[in-house]
């Protein structure tokens, strides 16, 4: 079994600044891509960055500049740290992991979501 359990989430006032963790844990072969979600009232998910086994980070138009995904392999846990925060940013926050659980093969887990608003 494979948990993705987050955490950091909560109210901040506009122009400030959250850091989002994602552990994984279970029986893990191995982890390839991670990444951050959103999904706004109303709105469909949407990707927010993604990041690579070895490191290279791609994000949505809309946070570069503001946000910074990162990962520590050997914790199996994503990071995303959200800087000038504005309300638009307000959403659930979903982990991914696209990962290998040996005799599951490859696959895409989702963390529960946790939220975040920003207050204007």
């Known amino acids: 079994q494979v948990q993705l359990v987050e955490s950091g989430g909560g109210l901040v006032q506009a122009g400030g600044s959250l850091r989002l963790s994602c552990a994984a844990s279970?029986?893990?072969?191995?982890?390839?891509?991670m990444a951050w979600y959103r999904q706004a009232p109303g709105k469909q998910r949407e990707l927010v960055a993604r990041i690579t086994s070895r490191g290279t980070a791609n994000y949505a138009d809309s946070v570069k500049g503001r946000f910074t995904i990162s990962r520590d392999n050997a914790k199996n846990t994503v990071y995303l740290q959200m800087s000038s925060l504005k309300p638009e940013d307000t959403a659930v926050y979903y982990c991914?992991?696209?990962?290998?659980?040996?005799?599951?093969?490859?696959?895409?887990?989702w963390g529960q979501g946790t939220q975040v608003t920003v207050s204007s």
């Open positions: 279970g029986s893990i072969f191995a982890i390839g891509n």
């Open positions: 991914n992991a696209y990962l290998n659980r040996a005799t599951m093969g490859w696959r895409d887990y």
